[in-house]
């Protein structure tokens, strides 16, 4: 049973443009929810969290937006730059239970 | 540099064998997960210790266990590897259990099963 879900597998997206990553999730009780790049040959790296308690958080050119009453939550890049070409996983915790559980990943290609 | 060292990066072992991976936290962090990558899967959660302690368990199979020593760092144990072990394996450290803080992750270590 996937708890974290990024139905897309794949996104491409013209530079300059605004990418958008989605990710949905079923377990109610998460309460904290993170995004995280991933470039080849290299372990994930953070990016951006948002807790529950909020429904928008910006980091830069990031902002991570949070529906609670969807339990959905979205990624926004703008603009997209070659760079982000990467895979972003989407993961969340719940309270009292430590570990993180990630999404299957979305792979961005930022097109010239 | 995520500060957390994982070791050794590539392993090419036989159906049968047990292998051991080993992770190195960032320094002052207490806390170990360690995570499989499948193709086509996304991270799965197999185990976290903090300080010394199992914290909670994921789908980590049977076969395989592991431990955080004194010195914080953790080991993975693989046993009577399967071909669909192979995979990457990622272990991530962070101060907390949880408290809301991310997880700094290594670079993996590249199992394969032959």
């Known amino acids: 049973d996937q708890q974290v879900k990024q139905n897309s597998p794949s996104l491409s997206v013209q530079e300059g443009r605004i990418s958008i990553l989605n990710c949905d999730y079923t377990?109610?009780?998460?309460?904290?929810f993170l995004w995280y790049k991933k470039y080849p040959a290299e372990g994930p790296t953070f990016l951006i969290s948002i807790s529950s308690i909020k429904d928008k958080n910006e980091d830069g050119r990031f902002t991570v937006f949070l529906n609670k009453s969807a339990k959905h939550l979205s990624l926004h890049i703008v603009p997209s730059q070659p760079g982000d070409s990467a895979v972003y996983f989407c993961a969340a915790s719940a309270p009292r239970d430590d570990k993180i559980i990630f999404g299957k990943g979305t792979r961005l290609h930022i097109l010239p | 540099d995520s500060g957390v060292t994982q070791t050794p990066k590539h392993l090419i072992t036989a159906t049968g064998q047990r292998v051991t991976l080993r992770c190195s936290p960032r320094?002052?962090?207490?806390?170990v997960y360690w995570y499989q990558q499948s193709l086509d899967q996304g991270l799965q959660f197999l185990i976290q210790y903090y300080n010394g302690e199992e914290r909670a368990k994921g789908n980590i199979l049977e076969r395989f266990s592991a431990q955080q020593f004194p010195d914080l760092h953790s080991e993975l144990n693989l046993s009577s590897l399967e071909l669909g072990d192979s995979a990457l394996y990622f272990c991530a450290s962070s101060v907390e259990a949880r408290e809301n803080t991310e997880a700094f992750f290594g670079q993996g270590t590249r199992l394969t099963v032959v």
């Open positions: 377990n109610s009780m998460f309460d904290y």
């Open positions: 320094s002052g962090d207490l806390s």
